[in-house]
């Protein structure tokens, strides 16, 4: 019996199968824009038969897909109408008052998915308990129905006021609107949003029938062509929450998947750092159109209910919020495809991608803009001959690309590269530095764990900067999000508006019969069968009067308001340094998931390697600390638990290199994992 984990990146798949026996092979393809689903398929096919499995051992695949957000980053789905409570229709185009950028004069929110001439309003009204001011005019919502058809918008989606109290309007709305637009998507906000926001939740809506039609599209599309492999097992879908949705649930709420691919890699990166003892960890994942980074604690990914599409400079209020579950990361463009140029003088690296097609220079399919990728190509980091999914880099492609913009900046070739590799590795840190300090969490107190192909290249000089001590490259890191999909459980999570002060009288029995009543709401979807269900509960809390909420995690069991309250302090203490404990804490927002425990299973075996291991390799490499230097080549596959390396060197695999900075000690761990010891550069 075996289970395969695809990951869909914006430049390769990745494909990890996994025997009951612990054994991993994995695979890397293209991700081929004009054939995605076939890359897919040909992948399968190839990772089956490297591993000698028949298609029907097979019993699960677990997906991570981008399909649902590139549609919003590229502006690719349908005409959108959106229906709002009278007065409201133009939330989409106000959004927040609050400036992202407060001195910048010429700054522009990001633009709404939905066009003002097809925002829309009608009549009726609820207030905030629930209870019904005006009736819902239903004459009036077909007049807006036939104004709908005649745009030619091919999804809909209805936000009223206060409809996470009472949503029988929009319930109602979206049966007249179904029964009159035959064909078409469309979605109530208290479908997907059960928070008060109203901007949020609305944006929530939109966004989900914006990308309904793309990612079912996909979604059927790939189950339909998966048995042709000889595969017939169910498909879990990774949500951004990092829990696992059934193919049913995803085409209902396709909005959930929007960070599918980053979720897993966190996923990952818990489940392998706690494997070795580390249940504290940064996940840094870098693939080929961008670098994701998030922090996990106690063995948990920390999460947010604040979530942004199309944030500039991870700026929050930039970009377009969504309200769903999901793990706090911090992602930016800097990949291996990431393009650098000159501007004024300075080194940029990214957002812009050569994508998979056609790459970077080096990947010899007609990209002639220098990457990161053909940066670490000339600083020697990469094996031409052995890279991600067979590719035979093209080093004088590379060089003539790096040698453009060396010229436009008055340095030699190598300087050029490193200062690309620099500028890119410096994207990072910041990145990991919003997610960390800034939340109130010491980097230093924690082990860095690189996933994605440019994860171990970029790693250990990052863990160095950021005064991480070890980090951890995971066999298979190239993959680290398919393997993550492995060790991801299904969920299901609701979220409701309820305000509730800690200090109310009634506040013991109150609390009880808000989360008991989604437990139980919860407990009404399907997981499938096996595994015992748990339930995993945050409260969005603030001190009254505040505006906005942390997520403090609770114990259901023991979730009396004096233990709540305690809680919020602290977490409140580590993020700010002090406590307001004599001041009343309240409860905003109540979000409770039902994760399915996974079956156990046997830990993946190391590689016992050679009898012998070879002798190691040598090559020419880059390093600021001592300029071209020849050091060791170690190829991963010889290596054997406790081997021990010292850098200056690097560590070869078939999808990715790890490089050892001077003074670093490179060891290998029982679960064959590389465990970089950062060291001084003396």
């Known amino acids: 019996m075996a289970r395969l984990g695809i990951d869909v990146g914006g430049t390769f798949v990745d494909i990890v199968l996994e025997t009951d026996g612990g054994n991993l092979v994995f695979e890397k393809v293209l991700a081929e824009p004009a054939d995605l689903v076939g890359a897919i398929t040909s992948g399968v096919e190839t990772v089956l038969h490297e591993a000698q499995v028949p298609p029907s051992a097979v019993r699960e695949i677990v997906h991570a897909t981008t399909r649902g957000s590139n549609t919003v980053l590229e502006r690719s789905g349908p005409r959108t109408a959106f229906v709002a409570t009278r007065g409201f229709r133009d939330i989409l185009q106000i959004q927040r008052a609050l400036r992202w950028s407060m001195y910048d004069v010429q700054l522009e929110k990001p633009a709404p998915l939905v066009e003002r001439s097809l925002s829309f309003d009608v009549a009726e009204r609820m207030l905030p308990d629930g209870s019904v001011l005006q009736p819902l005019t239903e004459d009036e919502l077909r007049s807006v129905a036939a104004a ?211 790459g970077p220079a080096c990947y010899g399919r007609g990209g002639t803009a220098p990457t990161v990728t053909d940066a670490n190509v000339l600083l020697g980091y990469c094996d031409p001959s052995a890279f991600a999914g067979g590719i035979a880099l093209d080093v004088d492609a590379a060089a003539a690309a790096v040698d453009g913009l060396a010229a436009s900046l008055g340095v030699d070739r190598v300087r050029a590269a490193w200062g690309i590799h620099e500028v890119a590795t410096l994207d990072m840190e910041n990145a990991i530095r919003l997610v960390s300090i800034n939340r109130g969490f010491d980097p230093r107190a924690h082990a860095l764990v690189c996933l994605g192909g440019g994860g171990p290249v970029h790693g250990p000089r990052l863990a160095r900067a950021l005064g991480v001590r070890v980090a951890v490259v995971p066999r298979a890191a190239s993959g680290g999000s398919a393997r993550g999909l492995l060790e991801a459980s299904a969920s299901v999570e609701l979220t409701r508006t309820a305000r509730l002060q800690l200090d109310d009288a009634d506040a013991g029995p109150r609390c009880k019969t808000i989360l008991n009543d989604l437990v139980d709401q919860a407990g009404a979807s399907s997981f499938g069968a096996g595994g015992d269900v748990t339930a995993v509960c945050t409260l969005g809390m603030r001190y009254a009067g505040q505006g906005y909420e942390f997520l403090v995690p609770i114990d259901v069991a023991t979730a009396d308001p004096p233990r709540i309250a305690e809680a919020f302090h602290e977490r409140y203490r580590q993020a700010y340094g002090y406590a307001e404990v004599e001041h009343p804490v309240e409860v905003v927002t109540w979000h409770v998931a039902l994760v399915r425990s996974r079956a156990e299973r046997a830990p993946a075996p190391a590689h016992a390697g050679g009898a012998r291991p070879r002798a190691p390799g040598r090559r020419t490499v880059y390093y600021p600390e001592t300029g071209l230097v020849d050091v060791d080549v170690h190829r991963r596959s010889d290596l054997r638990p406790g081997d021990t390396m010292t850098g200056p060197c690097l560590v070869t695999e078939t999808t990715t290199t790890t490089v050892a900075l001077p003074g670093d000690t490179v060891e290998v761990a029982p679960d064959g994992a590389l465990l970089v010891h950062v060291g001084d550069p003396g």
């Open 148 to 358: 709908i058809r005649a745009s030619g918008a091919e999804a809909v989606a209805v936000a009223f006021l206060h409809a996470y109290a009472n949503p029988v309007h929009e319930r109602r709305a979206v049966a007249v609107l179904a029964d009159e637009l035959p064909g078409t998507v469309v979605t109530a906000s208290s479908d997907v949003s059960l928070q008060a926001r109203e901007y949020e939740r609305a944006n929530t809506a939109v966004v989900n029938s914006y990308v309904a039609t793309a990612v079912s599209d996909y979604l059927r599309e790939l189950v339909t062509k998966l048995p042709s492999t000889g595969i017939e097992a169910p498909v879990w879908i990774m949500q951004s929450s990092g829990g696992l949705a059934s193919m049913e649930q995803v085409l209902e709420r396709p909005v959930r998947t929007l960070e599918s691919g980053p979720a897993a890699g966190v996923v990952g990166a818990a489940r392998f750092g706690s494997g070795l003892g580390y249940d504290n960890v940064l996940s840094f994942d870098m693939g080929g159109t961008t670098a994701k980074a998030a922090v996990v604690n106690g063995g948990a990914p920390a999460t947010s209910s604040y979530f942004e599409l199309q944030r500039v400079g991870n700026r929050r209020g930039s970009g377009l919020p969504v309200d769903i579950a999901a793990l706090d990361l911090v992602e930016v463009g800097t990949g291996g495809g990431s393009i650098a140029h000159a501007r004024e003088g300075t080194l940029r690296v990214g957002p812009q991608s050569a994508g998979a097609d056609p």
